[in-house]
C-alpha cells in the first residue's frame, strides 16, 4: 500500500457565499478523474452547501479550517467537531500558523483540538512549520520536532494513522516566496524519520505529508517530485479554479 497523494485548498476567508459555490463549480468542471484526494477547505458558512456540490465527486472531498476543543456548549461563535461531521466534512486543519499568530493557538491546544477531530472521525490536517528568523538560526528543524512531539505524539498509531501532515514554512506563507524543493524534503524527511521512531517505519511510510507556502502551478510539479512530498496545502491558488486544478494535476 502506499501512501494517498493530496492537493487541499485553504481558502482561508476568503470567497462570499455565491462566489464559493462558482469556484466549486468551475473546479468540478476542470478537474479529471484522479487517484489525488482533493480537499476543499472553505469557510465554515459554505461547507453545508459545497457538501452538496462536491458529494458525486469521488476524488473531492470537504475539510474545515478549524474547529473547537470541546464537544459542545458555551462557547459563542464556535463549531465542534461533531457540527463539522454531521454536515459531510471529513478533514480539519489545525495549528496553522495564522491560528497560531493572530488567535493565540499553542501546540497544547491544538493536540486538544486534534483528539475532538478524532473522537468523531475526522482527519487532522496538522500544520507546522518555522518563521524567518529560526530558520536562520538553524532551529528549523528542531522546532519542528517539538511541534509534533507537542501536538500529535500523544496518539496511538491507530489514530496516527488518520492525521495528514502539513509543512508550511511560516516566511513562505503568502509571500511568493516558496521553499526550494530541497529545503521541503529535508524537512519532510526529518518529520517521516521522527514518526519512524515515535512509531514504526510502516505508520511512517503511510502518513501523507503535505507542503504548503506559495506554492503554485510553476512550482507544484518541481515540490511534488520529492520523495517525501506527498501533495500540498495550498493557500491563494486555491482561490482560482484554473490554478488549482493545474497544482492537482503537476503530480
Ligand atoms: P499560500 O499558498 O497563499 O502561500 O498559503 C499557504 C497556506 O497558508 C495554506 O494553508
Avoid at 521522527?194 to 505508520?203: E, G, P, R, T, W
Wanted: with cysteine.
Amino acid at each position: 500500500m502506499s501512501r494517498q497523494r493530496i492537493v487541499a485548498g485553504n481558502w482561508k476567508m476568503n470567497k462570499t457565499y455565491e462566489e464559493g459555490r462558482a469556484l466549486v463549480k468551475d473546479i468540478v468542471g476542470q478537474l479529471q478523474p484522479t487517484e489525488t484526494l482533493v480537499i476543499l477547505c472553505p469557510p465554515f458558512l459554505h461547507l453545508n452547501s459545497i457538501s452538496g456540490q462536491i458529494k458525486d465527486v469521488r476524488s473531492l472531498k470537504l475539510g474545515a479550517q478549524n474547529c473547537h476543543q470541546e464537544g459542545s456548549g458555551a462557547y459563542t461563535g464556535e463549531v465542534s467537531a461533531a457540527m463539522l461531521q454531521s454536515v459531510g466534512v471529513e478533514y480539519v486543519i489545525l495549528g496553522h500558523s495564522e491560528r497560531r499568530e493572530y488567535f493565540g493557538e499553542t501546540d497544547e491546544l491544538i493536540a486538544k483540538k486534534i483528539d475532538a477531530t478524532l473522537k468523531e472521525g475526522l482527519h487532522p490536517i496538522y500544520c507546522c512549520g518555522e518563521k524567518l528568523d529560526v530558520r536562520e538560526a538553524g532551529g528549523h528543524l528542531d522546532l519542528v520536532a517539538a511541534q509534533i512531539k507537542t501536538a500529535l505524539f500523544h496518539l496511538s498509531a491507530a489514530d496516527f494513522e488518520k492525521v495528514v501532515i502539513a509543512y508550511e514554512p511560516v516566511w513562505a506563507i503568502g509571500t511568493g516566496k516558496t521553499a526550494t524543493s530541497q529545503q521541503a524534503q529535508e524537512m519532510h524527511a526529518h518529520i517521516r524519520s521522527l514518526i519512524a521512531s515515535k512509531y514504526d517505519q510502516q505508520v511512517a511510510g503511510l502518513t501523507s505529508i503535505l507542503y504548503g507556502g506559495s506554492c503554485n502551478p510553476s512550482n507544484a510539479a518541481e515540490l511534488f517530485s520529492q520523495a517525501d512530498v506527498d501533495g500540498g496545502l495550498i493557500g491563494g491558488a486555491s482561490l482560482k479554479a484554473g490554478d488549482f486544478v493545474a497544482i492537482v494535476n503537476s503530480f
